[in-house]
T-cell receptor, first 110, second 115 residues
Framework: DAKTTQPTSMDCAEGRAANLPCNHS???????VYWYRQIHSQGPQYIIH???NNETNEMASLIITEDRKSSTLILPHATLRDTAVYYC???????????FGAGTRLTVKP | ETGVTQSPTHLIKTRGQQVTLRCSSQ?????VSWYQQALGQGPQFIFQ???????GRGNFPPRFSGLQFPNYSSELNVNALELDDSALYLC??????????????FGPGTRLTVT
């Protein structure tokens, strides 16, 4: 069973920021938060991961609350190509059983 | 840099048969993980191979088995196919030290249909 809770679906206007929330209230101190996305008919794509601090890369930003019980993935300027299912996963660094839940289906609209 | 490739793209098998799916990992990666994705669901972890040894297994029966070769490519074998084995099978490679890297790069998958 996935250790995370995500909304089933979200919409976002093209060019606006997409903020995807994830609850992981039972996260333990050595578990990281990972985000992947899966565009239709493709394999999942790694986006970003973090432990405690906020992280940013060329694709997105990850904001983790101070108590680490929730996080938000931010796509700063969503495009139509960002339409996908976004998965939030918590995982110990030395554990290889990556458990994807149902994810959030993000639809970016023109 | 060559990405992760999988073959075949699609496959149709009959219940009770055996199937072998293949995966070539991204250049420089030594770890391969296999996932099963049923329609409308997220991927489910089957197992992982690191330097030719199984390095963790999900909740799948022994009829799901695998191999990793010296060039780090991998095979997934499924015996005695059941209708519920119909799914997209995904392979992901990473540069791990015993599975410690989760920036995994996924292939496009093999769509298996069991009739």
């Amino acid at each position: 069973d996935a250790k995370t809770t995500q909304p089933t679906s979200m919409d976002c206007a093209e060019g606006r920021a997409a903020n995807l929330p994830c609850n992981h209230s039972t996260i333990s101190g050595n578990e990281y938060v990972y985000w992947y996305r899966q565009i239709h008919s493709q394999g999942p794509q790694y986006i970003i991961h973090g432990l405690k601090n906020n992280e940013t890369n060329e694709m997105a930003s990850l904001i983790i609350t101070e108590d680490r019980k929730s996080s938000t993935l931010i796509l700063p300027h969503a495009t139509l190509r960002d339409t996908a299912v976004y998965y939030c996963i918590v995982l110990e660094y030395n554990n290889n059983d990556m458990r994807f839940g149902a994810g959030t289906r993000l639809t970016v609209k023109p | 840099e060559t990405g992760v490739t999988q073959s075949p793209t699609h496959l149709i098998k009959t219940r009770g048969q055996q199937v072998t799916l293949r995966c070539s990992s991204q250049s420089g990666h030594n770890t391969v993980s296999w996932y099963q994705q049923a329609l409308g669901q997220g991927p489910q972890f089957i197992f992982q191979y690191y330097r030719e040894e199984e390095n963790g297994r999900g909740n799948f029966p022994p009829r799901f088995s695998g191999l990793q070769f010296p060039n780090y490519s991998s095979e997934l074998n499924v015996n005695a196919l059941e209708l519920d084995d119909s799914a997209l099978y995904l392979c992901a490679s990473s540069l791990g030290g015993g599975g410690k890297s989760y920036e995994q790069y996924f292939g496009p998958g093999t769509r298996l249909t069991v009739t």
